[in-house]
């Protein structure tokens, strides 16, 4: 669907004269993962804002998609599947934040940390046949992943301490994610 629908934009570009037909496909890739992202917001959007969790939503999207640029990990094989994933893990979220004691959101952001800082320390970057990376840049996002994942490990450990423990839960679950 996402994949036709960029291929019949980008054509319809050529049509236009507003790009050559050799820079067709081109159009098409780019167009691809513009819809891609645009849909996967509006999916954020719309769970967030129904669940009333827009707020947390943010930061937690905003944790796990800066972290993950350097950490690598999972990717779909299609938009659907990555659409079905992302809907997967909001609904998980949402329902989690809105139905987690004060204790409990404690306990989960201290624990969230212990369990994802020695994963990401041991095997970051992840790689991925879709999404693949040379041994230099792959040497490269491993000490950005590290950097980044202990400075935002020690955000929460800040918000924690500060008796913001549901701004704690909202990272430490980004950064578990």
């Known amino acids: 669907m996402v994949s036709k629908l960029a291929k019949n934009i980008a054509h319809f570009f050529v049509l236009q004269n507003i790009t050559e037909e050799s820079k067709e496909a081109i159009y098409a ?39 993950r640029r350097f950490v690598g990990g999972y990717h779909a094989n299609s938009h659907l599947s990555c659409m079905f994933t992302l809907v997967v893990v909001m609904l998980v979220f949402s329902y989690g934040i809105c139905n987690v004691s004060e204790q409990i959101a404690q306990i989960f952001s201290i624990g969230f940390i212990i369990i994802s800082l020695p994963i990401i320390f041991c095997i970051a970057p992840v790689p ?14 491993r000490k950005q992943s590290i ?22 839960l909202y990272v430490s679950s980004g950064i578990l994610l």
């Open 29 to 67: 890739y780019g167009m691809e993962l513009l819809i891609s992202d645009v849909l996967n917001t509006l999916i954020v959007l719309l769970i967030s804002l129904i669940s009333h969790t827009l707020p947390a939503a943010v930061i937690f999207i905003a944790v796990f998609m800066g972290l």
């Open 128 to 141: 991925h046949p879709n999404k693949p990376m040379s041994e230099e840049k792959g040497i490269r996002l």
């Open 147 to 168: 950097i980044l994942a202990a400075a935002l490990s020690t955000t929460v450990i800040a918000l924690f301490l500060f008796q913001y423990h549901e701004l704690s």
